[in-house]
């Protein structure tokens, strides 16, 4: 399936849209003043050691402490690449307070938590991840083919790869037959030499590896699908392309274009309009159907409903087609609002397990596409699909969106009617501990509405208890919740 890229460059910043038969499937933004800074490398000082947690925190001259675990520091596997399920060893024996250690950056920071590090330095290039610390040959996870991933270390180890380098080969390179290993391995140890000389004379808190900027990284990173045509608006950015891809990614995009016509480059597909959706809670579905998607800081839950869909033959199959388009969806939603975390899945009830089954493998195929990692669980008895998508940057709606003033985040703000029934509460409060005292309120238009219209019953029983009128005053700042009884 041929994919392309959008990239839309203002002074302000920066967007990416990958889209694939002319539906929009992933959006990367970087604003100038709030860069990405996920896989820069930093000199830091260790801050605080926490052995009952086995992390640490680290100052590398941001405004919050970088989150280092014990799992970033301790050797990989050797068949796995992952850190041990038992670390024996406790933080407090690697590290100390003070402490001056060279970390990388593999999450950025997520609302009030700091970014998250590793001490596992590594360089990516377009098939290669180099690992200095590493020592050996690794494979993605992602290539599962036991005759591929032995093809492919074959063909790295053939080249002139050092026994003690670590490299890791990437999801790109599988199923190409000639890749460009020895080329790749030489551009990686002399960027590699590059950032050994700034580490040699950095103070604490330097920067002294920066990844590419995000219209070169998102080409880079896309390379391993099959991009037939990528088109940028900026002069500058797509010269810079051009000349990252004709050095290291020969062939990798078949049609590079300076996009100079009038019609802004991210109205092309509607992407514009897709963007404002993928703000929304709902998503319709074809069929009639739709998605209540809810972000909250715990975890993201997805319902499913059938809506207007009624359906040709029963009720079976009339669940099952509409779980089945939902599966499609939410894994594009997922992708689209770059949602992370623990995500739990609401499917309309099925009694068919065949139904359920097919349901879960189109989940699972339609993220098999997804480059960032996921894992998911079988249905429960509860109807509910557990699942996990690692999360690294902030989801769509959290870079684009505030938190609501009015609600506070809540997403619900107390009726016009409970809010009156809380000054009555007030005044008669007020009432036995100031007596003979007059009182005006101060509220909202449909706060004061409401008190002359619905409640002036309440309102006069509560006039007759004081012996005198009181007096109403709108104020147009306030918002419904607020409101003030001044005594007179």
């Known amino acids: 399936m041929s994919e392309e890229i959008l990239i839309n460059v203002m002074q302000v910043d920066t967007r990416v849209a990958l889209v694939e ?129 032995e093809r492919l270390r074959t063909l790295l180890l053939s080249q002139d790869i050092a026994p003690d380098e670590g490299f890791i080969i990437r999801t790109n390179a599988e199923g190409h037959p000639e890749i460009p290993f020895n080329t790749e391995a030489i551009y990686l140890r002399k960027l590699w030499q590059k950032v050994q000389e700034k580490i040699a004379v950095a103070r604490s808190g330097d920067m002294v590896y920066q990844d590419l900027p995000l219209p070169v990284r998102c080409v880079r990173d896309f390379s391993g699908l099959r991009i037939e045509r990528l088109r940028v608006d900026d002069k500058d950015t797509y010269e810079h392309i051009v000349s990252f891809v004709s050095e290291f990614m020969q062939g990798s995009i078949a049609q590079i274009d300076y996009y100079q016509e009038s019609k802004p480059i991210l109205d092309l597909y509607g992407i514009e309009d897709e963007i404002k959706n993928s703000l929304n809670p709902k998503v319709p579905l074809k069929s009639g159907g739709y998605l209540i998607i809810e972000q909250t800081e715990a975890m993201t839950t997805i319902d499913v409903n059938t809506g207007g869909f009624v359906g040709l033959r029963n009720l079976d199959e009339t669940v099952f087609k509409t779980n089945l388009e939902a599966a499609q969806a939410i894994a594009r939603q997922l992708r689209l609002r770059n949602l992370g975390g623990i995500i739990i899945i609401d499917f309309i009830d099925m009694h068919n397990e065949d139904h359920k089954q097919q349901v879960l493998a189109t989940l699972e195929k339609m993220l098999a596409r997804d480059s960032v990692k996921t894992s998911i669980s079988n249905i429960s008895a509860l109807g509910l699909v557990e699942m996990t998508r690692k999360r690294t940057r902030d989801s769509l709606e959290r870079l684009l969106c505030e938190t609501c003033p009015t609600c506070t985040g809540r997403g619900a703000i107390k009726s016009a009617q409970t809010v009156c029934y809380d000054i009555f509460r007030d005044i008669r409060r007020q009432i036995s501990a100031y007596e003979g005292r007059q009182y005006m309120i101060i509220a909202a238009q449909s706060v004061i509405d409401r008190l002359l219209d619905e409640e002036s019953a309440t309102m006069e029983a509560l006039e007759a208890q004081l012996g005198s009128r009181i007096r109403l005053q709108v104020e147009a700042l306030y918002t419904q919740e607020q409101y003030d009884v001044v005594m007179l």
């Open 21 to 149: 038969q002319g539906v929009l499937q992933e959006l990367h933004i970087e604003r100038a003043d709030h860069r990405g800074i996920v896989g820069n490398i930093y000199k830091g000082r260790v801050s605080r050691v926490l052995p009952g947690m086995q992390a640490a925190f680290v100052d590398i001259g941001l405004s919050r402490a970088a989150f280092l675990h014990i799992s970033d520091i301790v050797p990989f596997e050797p068949d796995t690449l992952e850190p041990p399920l038992e670390i024996k060893e406790s933080i407090s024996d690697l590290l100390y307070e003070q402490q001056e250690i060279f970390v990388q950056i593999t999450k950025d920071p997520l609302g009030s938590k700091g970014a998250r590090v590793t001490m596992h330095l590594s360089l990516p290039s377009r098939y290669l991840v180099y690992m200095p610390d590493l020592g050996r040959v690794g494979l993605s996870q992602r290539i599962t083919d036991e005759a591929e991933r």
